[in-house]
């Protein structure tokens, strides 16, 4: 029998002490520090590492090929990962609880079931009949889906050895726990302990492997942030659980590019990919409507078509409130200041409201025009042709109107749903030239782009 040992570990970023502290001198955060026990074993030995017979080589030498891939029979997934499973990936997927995680990997797991052979689904906070029921109501009952309900990481080493699956996945990663260790399940040291397992499981062997993970009441990925950096891909489920619609995105990926988002529409039979995301997120658009404008951008490849909702309301008492759900708040701040000092618009006691519909979180500036305009709308009571009007542009803080990228793909788009009016930077109208069938409008300030709705 060992000595026991006695050492504190941040929950969030790993560091570990010798005594606790209230602050984490890795990550900065407070109360993170949490004492685990460990016996200190001659005996105990860490997994082998995978056995290599390479040697260093040439970089000129090296043969370029690509990476084989599984094909999840999910277009939506295969976009988001790069074009399908790389065979012996490990792949990290997070959302808050009741987003569709489960439903997501149980639907994956049945089609390469069906297409590649044995899968393994190893679940750690359900029990076989429960992943069973949702099997039958999400018709993934593939004959050779394996499913088994177990937290110890030998045992299901042993369970590997001997299906020898074609993918593995494991519902949830805090939830693993390895006998040597005496911290509970969840802890940094069982969560680098068993992922280091996995990854030395799927590596030599060969199988992609499915990660489920919790999240922080933050939204932020649950567990030491070493757990992002040993996966290859990290995958990230945004929505409300109750809206219908789900956007599946990269924060990370080592065969791919981080990118691209895939659209589902979550229904009794489960997630439905979405493969018109735009004309989805304009389903409930309302013509004529105060503060309501189109806008667009581009995620990966795909440009989308949004409807940006803004209220403005006179501020009742106190200091006037700025929310925004879907556009980063240090835009919009910056955008309401422009509108009061280039414009002369009176925000100062009005409450601002901006809302991205169908739940989508825009990047990059693309957007800032149709904000804009839309909060303009809101104020002077302005009704816009949002089924016939499209905005993209970047807003400067002298009010004028810079170029944003990917235009030709976004007039496209805008011209395939039937749009007829794009208000557009100018210096981006030039190369539009040849485009027919819409009516673009180029403007160099904020305040010509008022002008033309006011008209």
């Known amino acids: 029998m060992g000595k026991t040992k006695s050492k504190f570990i941040c929950q ?5 002490s010798a005594k606790w502290m209230g602050r984490c001198p890795g990550c900065e955060q407070w109360n993170t520090m949490e004492e685990e026990l460990a016996l200190e074993k001659k005996d105990f030995k860490r997994s082998p590492t995978i056995a290599s017979s390479t040697k260093p080589q040439l970089i000129k030498s090296i043969k370029l090929g690509s990476y084989e891939r599984y094909d999840t029979e999910i277009k939506e997934l295969n976009r988001v990962l790069g074009g399908g499973l790389v065979k012996g990936s490990l792949t990290l997927i997070s959302g808050e609880p009741g987003i569709g995680k489960s439903t997501l990997i149980l639907q994956a797991s049945s089609r390469i079931a069906e297409k590649y052979g044995t899968v393994l689904y190893v679940s750690g906070e ?7 029921m949702r099997g039958e109501r999400l018709n993934a009952l593939a004959d050779t889906l394996y499913i088994v309900s177990e937290t110890n990481i030998d045992v299901i080493e042993k369970y590997i050895s001997d299906l020898k699956p074609a993918f593995v996945l494991i519902d949830s990663v805090q939830t693993l726990f390895k006998q040597e260790l005496t911290s509970a399940p969840g802890s940094v040291s069982q969560i ?24 922080t009441k933050q939204g932020e990925l649950a567990g030491p942030r070493v757990l992002e950096h ?69 995620e990966g490849t795909r440009p989308l078509l949004v409807e940006i909702q803004a209220l403005v309301t006179p501020t009742n008492a106190g200091f006037p409130r700025r929310t925004a759900v879907g556009i980063d708040m240090n835009r919009l701040n910056l955008i309401i200041a422009v509108l009061e000092k280039k414009i002369g618009l009176p925000l100062m006691n009005q409450d601002i409201y901006i809302n ?35 905005a993209i542009g970047e807003i400067s803080l002298t009010g004028d109107l810079r170029p944003v990228s990917y235009t030709e793909k976004m007039i496209k788009e805008a011209e395939k749903m039937g749009f007829q009016t794009c208000i557009i930077p100018e210096r981006n109208k030039g190369k539009l030239e040849t485009l027919a069938g819409l009516n673009i409008n180029g403007v160099k300030t904020l305040r010509e782009a008022f002008d033309l709705i006011v008209e």
């Open 12 to 16: 969030q970023c790993g560091y570990e």
């Open 126 to 132: 359900e029990s076989e009949e429960q992943i069973s």
């Open 192 to 215: 680098k302990e068993c992922v280091n397992n996995l990854m030395r499981i799927g590596k030599s062997n060969n199988i992609p492997m499915f990660l489920v993970a919790h999240v």
């Open 230 to 298: 040993m996966v290859d891909t990290v995958l990230h489920f945004e929505g409300e659980r109750t809206q219908e619609f789900r956007i599946l995105r990269a924060l990370k990926n080592r065969f791919g590019t981080t990118s691209e988002i895939g659209v589902f529409e979550m229904a009794q039979e489960g997630l439905i990919e979405v493969s018109n995301p735009s004309a989805i997120f304009l389903e409930s658009l309302n013509s004529e409507a105060e503060g309501s404008i189109v806008i667009a951008t581009v």
């Open 356 to 390: 991205v519909v169908g739940g989508l979180k825009l990047e990059g500036t693309s957007a800032d025009l149709g904000v804009a305009m839309a909060i303009y709308s809101s104020t002077r009571g302005i009704a816009l042709p949002s089924k016939n009007m499209m």
